[in-house]
């Protein structure tokens, strides 16, 4: 038997679910404003809060989870969030990424790492604001990416169809 359940109503979508200290966040996208970062009480379902946020009609993937912050796609036109992970309000938003869903953000070494539309891209985890670009080869197929980047440490790993590609964190190559 479930523990406990949350049903969202007749919506859009609901995206992957993220797990932090007892807390469970999650997305759920209705168009704005009907869009909001959910978070309840990993042991009984217990509220913690909803805050909205801009979206269109996005899938989402799982938000992650650093320190006191989660950060996720979200934006009318795109974009990455930060939100407080204690009461939901938003730290940043940066609006300069790409329009696409189906993705999460990755964390290493005090950076926010996203790729979007063929843009590896390390972000600040307080303001957003974009570190460094490296762009590879991407071959557009929609308006899904249907990946996230993955970090050893010293490399990111992205798969940008039909190709995987390793770039180095230090050197950004």
């Known amino acids: 038997a479930a523990l406990w359940s949350k049903d969202f109503g007749n919506v859009f979508g609901v995206g992957h679910p993220a797990v932090f200290d007892d807390k469970v ?10 869009t909001f970062l959910w978070s309840f009480t990993a042991s009984n379902g217990n509220l913690v809060f909803s805050q909205p946020f801009g979206a269109q009609w996005e899938t989402y993937w799982a938000p992650i989870v650093v320190g006191g912050t989660v950060f996720g796609n979200g934006g009318y036109y795109g ?8 009461t939901g309000g938003e730290s940043f938003f940066n609006n300069s990424l790409e329009q696409y869903d189906e993705w999460s953000p990755a964390y290493a070494d005090g950076a926010v790492y996203t790729f979007v539309a063929g843009n590896l891209r390390a972000h600040d985890p307080v303001t957003g604001v974009i570190q460094w ?16 980047p993955v970090l050893s440490g010293t490399h990111a790993f992205v798969v940008a169809p039909p190709a995987l590609h390793a770039v180095e964190l230090s050197t950004h190559l």
Do not use: E, I, R
């Open 79 to 86: 974009g990455l969030y930060g939100w407080n992970a204690t």
């Open 133 to 148: 670009t490296k762009a590879v080869t991407w071959n557009w197929a929609g308006w899904s990416m249907a990946t996230t």
């Open 25 to 34: 966040y999650v997305q759920q996208c209705d168009h704005t404003p009907g």
